[in-house]
């Protein structure tokens, strides 16, 4: 992940986690700034980013941790389209 990428990768994950869990309040109440810290000091301090793109952009991104994959997120509108395939190629 290039510092360019951060606020569509940010974005993958904010509108996917909203859509996957609209049982979770605070997911709800989640802001794309708020969002957009937390990725910052727990996601992208800790983790390898690679992201997945699209001649629509980024569409999604794995990170990982040492050898345990920790995310894997596909923005909604890519989902079942095949966009994550890529990410399971990835080395």
Not at 32 to 40: I, K
Request: net charge negative; charged share 25%; proline share 4%.
């Amino acid at each position: 992940m290039t510092d360019e990428d951060l606020e569509a990768v940010v974005r993958v994950w904010h509108s996917s986690g909203q859509r996957a869990y609209p049982f979770i309040d605070l997911w709800q109440r989640f802001t794309f700034d708020e969002a957009r810290t937390v990725f910052r000091t727990v996601v992208a301090s800790t983790c390898e980013v690679w992201v997945a793109a699209t001649a629509d952009g980024v569409v999604g991104y794995l990170a990982i941790r040492a050898t345990y994959l920790g995310r894997l997120y596909v923005a909604p509108d890519h989902q079942r389209r095949g966009s994550a395939e890529p990410c399971s190629r990835m080395p």
